[in-house]
């Protein structure tokens, strides 16, 4: 059973943990870069404290995670990622439905986020989510900012969901 609550500064090794394993699926694709890397202790520290970090626990051990931050008025879902070991049982749409529902109760009325359009495991699955992804003329100047500052520039994507 899997259980979604808030992240602490308690997570950060656990978070990064799941990110490195989240990371090796990137292997052998255009974003073999994402293998390795994780999120600074600071960024995840700064995100506990604003409850803008959810975590998933699944046999006592953090499964998956999101972070998210507000941009534009919007709220942005920097990172979702779910460990290997936990991949594929719903972990990842529950930390998003949890996070999003938070996000409206806070007043927000649009999550956006980046990501790869071309992987089976990024954009396509944000779509069957409820994300779309959005045009040049619809993203805004910070995504657009978020986009050009991320490798594989010409596989990424601005999307974002009404809450």
């Given at each position: 059973?899997?259980?979604?609550?808030?992240?602490t500064d308690a997570d950060i090794t656990g978070i990064n943990a799941v990110e490195r394993s989240a990371g090796n699926l990137f292997a052998g694709t255009h974003m073999a870069w994402a293998v390795g890397e994780t999120t600074g202790a600071g960024q995840l520290a700064t995100a506990a404290r604003s409850d803008n970090l959810w975590v998933a626990e699944a046999g006592g051990a953090i499964a998956g995670f999101l972070?998210?931050?507000?941009?534009?008025?919007?709220?942005?879902?920097?990172?979702?990622?779910?460990?290997r070991s936990h991949q594929r049982r719903g972990i990842g749409r529950e930390l998003i439905e949890t996070a999003l529902s938070e996000a409206f109760d806070r007043g927000y009325r649009t999550a956006t986020m980046t990501t790869d359009r071309t992987l089976p495991w990024n954009a396509p699955y944000y779509q069957r989510l409820g994300f779309r992804i959005l045009g040049a003329d619809e993203t805004s100047p910070k995504l657009k900012a978020c986009l050009a500052g991320q490798s594989s520039t010409v596989h990424r994507c601005a999307m974002e969901r009404a809450l």
């Open positions: 059973m899997t259980h979604i609550r808030f992240g972070l998210a931050e507000q941009m534009d008025g919007d709220f942005y879902i920097h990172e979702l990622a779910v460990a």
